[in-house]
């Protein structure tokens, strides 16, 4: 692969993921403006000959134990191994040291690891946007309480006795799922066909049952989506959410147990912060969501300048039955939603609260030895609003076919605005803001 000559001083790297076994169903991610001060690796198990790509193509078989708990020409395995650089980036540098160290990237510089679906690339016009966001993720403990009191009202409730991760990502866009959580997401999963109802049921049985007294925890609000998110991987902290997270999604344990649930991750994702009690940031916390809306609106925004078709509060996130907003119903990245080889992009867990997913041997997959194994959460399907993979120019990010004049560059109050849609997949609407 091509790398500059200057990357092993790069603070900041983009990372994507797509993982397929039928090169035919391949979504292509795209050309896209590259900024010299950053690196971006894309992860994947075919040759980059099948790309035409900005992104430097990394082509890794893993072979060092991972043991992803669906099995290869299964539903599902391809999306379980594409998360694996999206949640796992600093032991993947780890174990395979000879993917990197010739051409001296090193994960030890990177202050910013920012994760994005390969239908989307960052837009990065020469300009401060993202060092200035790293910044933002060096938020030190002392400063926590002052980062709270500084929220609008409605963000403050749900963080009020919450520890934080380094790790800044955006609200779900549909207000019954933003506000009501995984419940009300799962129901948009049934509803579009993404999962069958008998693994939502599992799922929700399987998070009551962990959550046991505090089961009504499962409505918990600030609903967040894993279409893009960026975090500070000098954090320890946050490092060992990450990787309790991956314990309990790929269900490690001692015993070798691995039930089939879910392998959606956001609604994984937001159980596991609910469970643990923790709290991801959110661009411009003292507006609340709506407001951030009106903002755009006011600086005269318009539709294709979002790029993505602005829906009424409450309905379904996108017209095409992809409940979870994000198009693709997968999570490879790659835009298509029946895991052929794809990937798919949430995770619901499934019905084994006895599964010691985390390898502690205790019977639970968070770590922390505490017998939990919650299991994850998301049938959906992606009804998460993960936005993976979506083939439509009304994503979230800036339309690829809008002139540079009708991008919405350096947003503050949307991460996944920053971002623009340059891949191409087939034939998937969703919307976004």
Known sequence: MVIDNDVNKKPICFVTSLFVDNIDK?????????????DYLLFTNLDKKYFNTSWNIITI????????????????????????PKFMLWKIFKDYPKLFSANEINFSNYKMIV????????????NNY?????????????QVEQYKLNMCQENRKFVKDKKIIRLIQDLHQNKNI??????????????????KIESVLNTLNLMCSILKNNSSKIKTG????????????????TINFMSSFWNFYNFNNKKGIKPLFTYRDQPCWNFWLIYKNKFTMILEEQFSYNDKVKKLFEKKATLEDLGAEVREEGEEVSGDGDADGDGDGDGDGDGDSDEDGDGDRDGDGDGGADGDAD??????????????????????????????GDGDDGNGGADADDGDENKLKNNNSFLLLNFEKTGKFKGHNISYY
Do not use: H, M, Q
């Open 359 to 388: 390898g502690d041997g205790d019977g639970d997959a968070d770590g922390d030895a505490d017998a939990d194994a919650d299991g994850d959460g998301g049938a959906d399907g992606d009804a998460d609003g993960d936005g993976d």
């Open 130 to 142: 993202w060092f200035n966001l790293a910044k933002k993720l060096e938020i030190k403990n002392e």
């Open 26 to 38: 391949l979504d292509k991610p795209g050309i896209f403006d590259r900024d010299s001060r950053y």
């Open 61 to 84: 078989n893993f072979n060092k134990g991972e043991n992803f708990r669906i099995k290869k020409g299964n539903i599902g395995f391809n999306t379980i191994r594409s998360r694996y």
């Open 222 to 237: 600030r609903y967040c989506l894993n279409t893009c998110f960026a975090y500070n991987p000098r954090c320890k902290e």
């Open 178 to 195: 933003r506000e009501n959580g995984i419940k009300d997401e799962l129901r948009l999963v049934v509803r579009a066909k993404k999962d």
């Open 115 to 126: 994760y994005c679906d390969s239908f989307l690339s960052p837009i990065s016009a020469n």
